[in-house]
């Protein structure tokens, strides 16, 4: 595929430009910065090269993850010598440091960061080069220059990021042995200013180096700062636990059982509940047997659940028993394989305690017993006696809706509509009823009963709102268009694109309207713009929608912004490469701003302005969510901060080498990791296409990749050779079909060919055919992003 890109103005791509917000920033002037969109060179630059262009291309590569090559283009640079302005050289020298840091080059990274310390002294970065130069030492385990450094740092910024350095001070001070001056650098970076959850990590870490160094009224003093911010409970229940063994430690053992008494009585569905219990229980403390078997129920010792309450009940009579007790008896039963029992337990709720709360429950839990033991006539009918005698209960619209549910999966189909319209009709409100009317609709669908589905669906379109609705009345239109009925199709269509603009179902009736095929790339790209006037239109939108009567442009930082703690704290974090660290305190004042659209703005175009890519795009989101607009209904502006295309020359270039449309590239890339290369997630996926580890070793062999590491896919540039690779190789194993590949981009393509087979080409009917509800809203996540990247950057 060729790429047509058209130039118009300015532009807008993936180089960030520094910015230096201090505690008492200045306010910029002029428009904001964007970045600037040059193809990734395939060799460094040379003399020849002018040194400003080639600072660019250098800097191209840091971004783009080639930390090698910006190296060797820094120092090509640099060797230039004379020929080089202060300013470009101190640049340089400054990029080398940073390229060789994140390469893992830690000498040659101290070595630069030497050079640009002795050559720039009056350079704004040179406390910043201090603190890259210490993580360097920390790199090379040279404790005693790495606490020099940091120190420095400090003295030459200080009230910034003092908790940070604090915490690297002292761990260099542990690592040398110096204890007592390593727990005082740890005690002063808790009481410096950081976000709460770092903050009460670092506690953490504190507690327990005092509690190995034998100070436990220490260790105590921090966990109880934790417990007066933390809201969490089981974080609670863990901070309790640990203070409590900080306690018992000590030779404290009054208090250390109190506490653990504490942790019992008040967090008892929490494993901490269960160890303080037993603690308890060896040291010859007596508790409540109905506690001990919440306890033990909540934890999965269901054995032990049922000797406590089979305990409480021999001692009181059946007023002082709760019904929860009964409720938590039988399932314990259950558990253990006790059906009998169980179903005993919970007729006790049912015949003793008609008027609690768990009434319902054990009603429910009679029924899923059934189920269980395989006795599904048994559970269907008795979740119908619970709708046909106890209508009244909430739990009422649940039992209908597992009947339905249970003879839609036991191949009674004709049943199963029945149940599900009874429940739309007796509980219509009901989250019962419009799941009910899905499994039904979809399921006349598949047994060709168009005019049931379409009926459903119909009645699913008038009783729904937002994405819901937006489904319902595609359905409703593909089902028209099928008996030939094309106006009632169009209306559906169009009812659908406008319930929830922003939506897969919105996506895909917009593009069945226009008569055009899913995923249809456009006739061109458009990559670049002219922002300036695009930045106007957007000011204007803003004006007028939030009824601003400021003078001057909109975008710059505002003064509660430019005095946020966080968000200094979180640019100097960013200056020095703690880039996981800065983006909490991004998270934390983008979320404590998210329904003002105009901080919002401000921080969106900052954000991206220094390269903070993932939080820039959630303060976009977040301009668009408070004003309540689709996001193509703002201003081009505003809805490409939302969906940019950062990486673009990488993106590019690896689009066109591998047929790729270049707007499915980035919109799997933003639904992946929000453009964040440092992106993982909890299987081990890493970098911007979240590549899994071995989907990774296989790709890393057929591109014959020299020496691959996992950590390599935090490179942009490999993350996305990466992704594209595997979703080059699944476009053609399925033939170009695009729903198909991404469902074997996510899911594998073992089960993307057993959900065509079923389908067969037909893109809606393939996604009813998708038995994993993740994957299926993957592939409409990524066709909604599709549909708004083909208006943003297409060009007719």
């Avoid at 006790?338 to 709720?349: D, K, R, W, Y």
Wanted: net charge negative; aromatic share 10%; with cysteine.
């Amino acid at each position: 595929m060729s790429i047509s890109v058209l130039v118009a103005g300015c532009n807008l791509s993936g180089q960030p430009e520094v910015i230096v917000l201090t505690a008492t920033p200045a306010v910029m002037q002029g428009p904001p910065p964007t970045p600037t969109l040059a193809p990734t060179p395939t060799i460094p630059p040379t003399p020849t090269i002018e040194p400003a262009v080639a600072l660019r291309l250098a800097d191209r590569y840091l971004v783009n993850g080639y930390y090698e090559n910006a190296v060797a283009a820094y120092q090509t640079i640099l060797a230039q010598g004379a020929g080089v302005s202060q300013d470009i050289g101190a640049a340089a020298a400054f990029g080398l440091g940073r390229s060789a840091l994140r390469e893992g080059l830690f000498a040659d990274a101290v070595n630069a960061l030497t050079a640009f310390i002795g050559q720039y002294p009056q350079d704004s970065r040179l406390a910043q080069a201090y603190f890259l130069r210490g993580d360097a030492h920390l790199g090379m385990s040279r404790w005693a220059e790495a606490l020099a450094d940091f120190e420095m740092y400090l003295s030459l910024r200080p009230g910034l990021i003092n908790s940070y350095a604090h915490e690297r001070i002292a761990d260099a001070r542990l690592a040398l042995g110096q204890s007592e001056p390593a727990l005082t650098a740890y005690a002063q970076a808790a009481d410096e200013g950081r976000s709460l959850v770092p903050q009460l990590a670092l506690r953490e870490k504190v507690a327990r180096i005092y509690r190995t160094s034998g100070q436990p009224d220490a260790a105590l003093s921090q966990y109880e700062a934790i417990l007066a911010a933390a809201r969490n409970a089981p974080y609670r229940a863990q901070i309790e636990y640990e203070a409590a063994q900080t306690l018992l430690e000590s030779g404290d053992q009054v208090a250390g059982l109190a506490r653990l008494e504490t942790i019992f009585d008040t967090y008892p569905d929490t494993p901490q509940a269960y160890q303080a219990m037993q603690l308890l229980a060896a040291n010859g403390v007596e508790l409540d047997d109905y506690l001990r078997g919440r306890v033990s129920y909540f934890y999965g010792d269901y054995e032990g659940a049922i000797d406590a309450f089979n305990a409480y009940t021999t001692g009181h009579i059946l007023s002082e028993i709760p019904a929860e007790l009964h409720l938590l008896l039988g399932r314990a039963y259950r558990e253990i394989g006790s059906s009998a029992a169980a179903v005993t337990a919970f007729q006790t709720v049912i015949n003793q305690y008609p008027t609690d709360s768990v009434f319902g429950e054990a009603l429910l839990e009679q029924g899923r017993t059934k189920f269980l033991a395989n006795d599904i006539e048994g559970a269907i009918a008795h979740y119908l006696s619970i709708a046909d005698n106890y209508g009244y209960i909430p739990q009422a619209a649940e039992a209908l809706w597992r009947a339905g549910y249970l003879y839609g999966t036991n191949d009674r189909p004709t049943e199963s509509q029945q149940v599900f319209e009874r429940l739309a009709d007796t509980y219509p409100d009901t989250e019962q009823a419009r799941s009910g009317l899905f499994l039904a609709a979809s399921a006349a669908y598949k047994l060709n009963d168009l005019a049931g589905a379409e009926r459903l669906y119909a009645k699913l379109a008038v009783t729904t709102t937002a994405e819901d609705q937006a489904a319902a009345y595609l359905w409703v239109g593909r089902l028209a268009l099928q008996r030939g009925d094309q106006q009632t199709a169009d209306q559906a269509f169009q009812l659908a694109a406008s319930a929830a603009p922003d939506s897969y179902f919105a996506a895909r009736a917009q593009d069945i309207l226009q008569g055009r095929q899913a995923f249809s790339p456009p006739l061109a790209f458009r990559f670049e713009f002219d922002e300036a006037a695009q930045l106007a239109e957007a000011e204007t939108w803003l004006r007028e929608k939030l009824a601003i009567t400021q003078e001057g442009s909109l975008w710059q930082l505002s003064p509660p912004l430019q005095a946020d703690a966080r968000l200094i704290r979180g640019n100097e974090l960013w200056a020095v490469g703690a880039h996981d660290e800065a983006e909490i305190e991004f998270r934390d004042v983008i979320d404590a701003h998210q329904e003002d659209a105009l901080l919002s703005f401000q921080l969106a175009v900052f954000l991206r302005g220094i390269g903070a890519y993932q939080p820039s795009i959630l303060a976009a989101a977040n301009i668009i969510r408070s004003i309540g607009v689709g996001t193509l209904e703002a201003p081009p502006f505003i809805a490409r901060l939302r969906y940019p295309v950062y990486y673009l020359d990488v993106v590019l270039d690896a689009a066109d080498r591998r047929n790729i449309d270049p707007l499915l590239l980035f919109s799997l890339i933003r639904h992946e990791s929000l453009f964040d290369t440092y992106a993982t997630a909890a299987a081990g996926e890493k970098g911007l296409t979240q590549v899994i580890p071995s989907t990774a070793e296989y790709i890393a062999q057929q591109l014959q990749w020299p020496d691959y590491q996992h950590s390599d896919l935090f490179r942009p540039y490999a993350g996305v050779e990466f992704g594209a690779y595997y979703l080059e190789e699944q476009l053609r194993r399925f033939d170009e079909n695009v729903h198909a590949a991404l469902a074997g981009y996510n899911a594998g393509p073992g089960r993307a060919i057993s959900w065509l087979e079923l389908a067969g080409s037909d893109p809606d009917s393939f996604m009813i055919a998708i038995t994993i509800d993740s994957t299926r809203q993957y592939i409409e996540r990524i066709y909604s992003f599709y549909a708004i990247y083909r208006v943003l950057y297409g060009a007719a």
